[in-house]
């Protein structure tokens, strides 16, 4: 390293620092050959509706690193041994002067022949040198009751191996959901639309509705008014966590108007009005 003009003392500050942070172990040889943490890897999940209700075991395939099994992690082909780097002597570190109006100042920062770890090994030849190798592993996966897409598994360290010994990472599985033809989820809850006659709407009615645990009765009762929705309690979607509990499905009741009528309908429908008509007339009597 060349002598540099320190007339600027902002200079001469960096300096100092760089040579402090150097020797206090930061980017020398400790740092550079301590064990890493692996990184966490990611995997997308498709679920169809009543997997992602009730929760379900599937069994996944994740590619990831592994650690090395021909040199133990270590990168180094085995029965080699590593040869000390002539540049720093096997320090990882190499230590310069700076002759300054204050005095001499050392700087010590990484030796850039080696790389800081002070020696070169032969690269094992199944993993090229990184102690890591990419392998395909099958993970049985417990997805609990209640997720949606946008949900987020994590499986504690069966992300990828870490470096020189370091622990794994972990593995993320994001959830994906996919629609049903019929029942649509909100949140807990489970929202359903049921067609009914004018008739049955007046008169009240059992219908057989679709739920997510198979059909099930569901009584409309006399006089329902268009559009209004019937609670079928507990029978939506178990919350995350509280499997014992659980949403309900909500059923909209759209009632149907005929467009047409036979003769006969339309007969008695006008005897019902008529029936109407009298009944207002007598009532304002
Ligand atoms: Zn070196
Ligand atoms: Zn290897």
Redesign the pocket.
Known sequence: MGTGDYSNPFDLFESLFEGFGGMGGMGGRAARNRPMQGDDEAYNLVLNFKEAVFGVEKEIEITRLEGCNTCDGTGAKPGTKPTT?K??GGQ?QVVSSTRTPLGIFQQVSA?N??GGT?EFSTPCNTCGGDGRVRKTKRISLKVPAGVDSGSRLRVRSEGNAGRRGGPPGDLYVFIDVLSDPVLKRDGTNILYTCKVSYIDAILGTTVKVPTVDGMVDLKIPSGTQPGTTLVMSKKGVPLLGKSNARGDQLVRVQVEIPKRLSSDERKLIEELSNLNKAQTANSRR
Do not use: A
């Open positions: 780097c540049t720093c990882g030796c022949t080696c002070g």
